[in-house]
DNA sequence: GTCTATATCGTGATAGAC
DNA sequence: GTCTATCACGATATAGAC
């Protein structure tokens, strides 16, 4: 059974902001892969902006999701490894790491992007609960990295003789490592 | 004695560019900022590119001739604590990080500009110095990360009651862990 | 749902006067 | 060195037929 239109359209754009970046990819751009024209996007998604909406939609849920919960939990080790074995399953789910990664890219073109905005205010809020106010400077800019690193492990050129299962493995090692003193 | 045209351009490029990313600035913002029209700006630099080659040529030439050392040292605990030590102390000269950090916020939109084209090489190359191809994975990821980590420092949010030099020298030791096992 | 056609705008860039 | 004026282009977005 095929994928309807809005979801290739989505998968489409995902791929264009990412490699090109979402100002220097053209509605026009999109349509042609989808081998439609630009107009007919237009029945589907209302602007450029509302695609990406559509996109965060897919990630922002979850993390806030996490975030609600951390706040839950004191702040203790074995909370902070859950955050980071929680997060690492979610960026396991389809799709979820291409759209951090097309955050990530398009971080200063999308600044002002009310759906990108709540994302980052909770990435950022995460992290806070990831540390006390009076660990040492080191220890909580470490801790910030530790989310991040699970992030770098697929962005890092690595050769084709190893699998992903093997570098989210050590990637997770590095975030879990990023934790401790 | 007042800065020139051209390094006022540079600067206010370098800023907008940051802030919103390359191609959300026109080339009309810089000019009303700089207070001169549009087509002045095209006596001091010939296109938009030309802005952002003269930026990266504040960063390009040091990060080749740190590769360039590298490359005659044997590849030691002491060389890869050198490296870090070496490129902490580059972080630190006037713009460099500013414009470190206009790269990595645009790396899509420029992605085809040779001299970022160039830059991104030599840092693949230095990150590859600096491990074996048959360290663990998670080592030679660590370590990808090390350089990344005196970067990091200045971009994660912390309280203002923390100067500059207690932030580089706790990124510094983010990087320095990172570099061991 | 998709089309053609068009409106409207801002962009990078150039020519030539001063 | 800076200006005015202008160009050519491609962008997002819309109207209305099919």
Redesign the pocket.
């Known amino acids: 059974m095929r994928e309807?239109?809005r979801t290739r359209i989505q998968e489409i754009a995902l791929r264009l902001f990412t490699e090109q970046g979402y100002e220097a990819t053209?509605?026009?751009?999109i349509a042609e892969e989808l081998g439609?024209?630009?107009?007919?996007l237009?029945?589907?998604f209302?602007?450029?902006?509302d695609i990406v909406a559509s996109l965060a939609d897919l990630r922002v849920a979850e993390v806030e999701e996490l975030l609600e919960w951390v706040k839950t939990q004191p702040r203790s080790p074995e909370t902070r490894r859950e955050v980071v074995l929680r997060y690492a399953e979610a960026l396991r789910r389809p799709r979820y790491m291409e759209v951090a990664r097309f955050m990530e890219r398009n971080q200063t073109a999308l600044r002002d992007h009310p759906k990108i905005v709540r994302m980052r205010e909770a990435m950022l809020e995460l992290v806070k609960e990831m540390s006390d106010p009076d660990d040492p400077l080191a220890l909580r800019l470490g801790r910030s990295m530790s989310l991040f690193a699970l992030h770098a492990g697929k962005w890092m050129p690595h050769e084709e003789s190893v699998s992903e299962d093997e570098v989210m493995e050590a990637s997770l090692e590095v975030a879990l490592r990023l934790l401790e003193p």
Do not use: I, N, P, W
């Open positions: 309807d239109t053209s509605l026009r751009e439609v024209t630009k107009a007919a237009y029945y589907h209302k602007t450029k902006d």
